[in-house]
């Protein structure tokens, strides 16, 4: 099972990229968890430095951008 967390305070910005990590897990059919990661302690522990950000697994993929689904899937396969 995928763990994706997507790091940022709540702006627009996040709530995008949180639809198109969820949308990329459910068109490749596989079991994740999706979490929002709003606790700034937390996210520079994870070791974002801008948000948004799409941490999977433990390993941030993407940071300070909104990734599309297309791509979001690469960081899930």
Do not use: W
């Not at 627009?12 to 929002?36: D, M, P």
Request: hydrophobic fraction near 45%; proline fraction near 3%.
């Amino acid at each position: 099972m995928k763990k994706i967390q997507v790091c940022g305070m709540g702006c627009q910005k996040c709530g995008k990229l949180y639809e198109n990590a969820e949308a990329a897990a459910k068109e490749l059919g596989i079991e994740y968890t999706i979490e929002k990661v709003s606790d700034m302690a937390e996210i520079v522990a994870m070791g974002v430095m801008t948000t948004p950000a799409l941490v999977v697994d433990g390993v941030l993929k993407s940071a300070g951008r909104i990734p599309g689904v297309e791509h979001i899937k690469g960081f899930l396969k």
